[in-house]
Nanobody, 122 residues
Framework: QVQLVESGGGLVQAGGSLRLSCAASGSIFSINAMGWYRQAPGKQRELVAI???????NYADSVKGRFTISRDNAKNTVYLQMNSLKLEDTAVYYC????????????????WGQGTQVTVSS
């Protein structure tokens, strides 16, 4: 019913930049929040950044000042601009959204994207 499609991952040198995109599609009543998580080898999945529909944002301390999350509500799309990338940013990045699908039963739930690999090299 609802699908999140991610793009923009790849291989980049330390100090470089990448821009991730995640578009939500399907029969959507509302999207309360969209965000990005990441999981590096040997580590738990962690929140990177989140943006509510009211443009409130929150970032992990490790990415503050380097990453910027933004939303295009008309397109149901969230972006993650990643600058000054470091080796420790290497991870699979997952889009997540709190979505209320259209229907008689308006039941919000979390949806996940398939993940996109970000590899930082030096």
């Amino acid at each position: 019913q609802v699908q999140l499609v991610e793009s923009g991952g790849g291989l980049v040198q330390a100090g470089g930049s990448l821009r991730l995109s995640c578009a939500a599609s399907g029969s959507i009543f509302s999207i309360n929040a969209m965000g990005w998580y990441r999981q590096a080898p040997g580590k738990q999945r962690e929140l990177v950044a989140i943006a509510t529909s009211g443009s409130s944002t929150n970032y992990a301390d490790s990415v503050k000042g380097r990453f910027t999350i933004s939303r295009d509500n008309a397109k149901n799309t969230v972006y993650l601009q990643m600058n000054s990338l470091k080796l420790e940013d290497t991870a699979v990045y997952y889009c997540n959204a709190l979505v209320t699908p259209n229907g008689i039963l308006l039941t919000p739930r979390n949806y996940w994207g398939q993940g996109t690999q970000v590899t930082v090299s030096s």
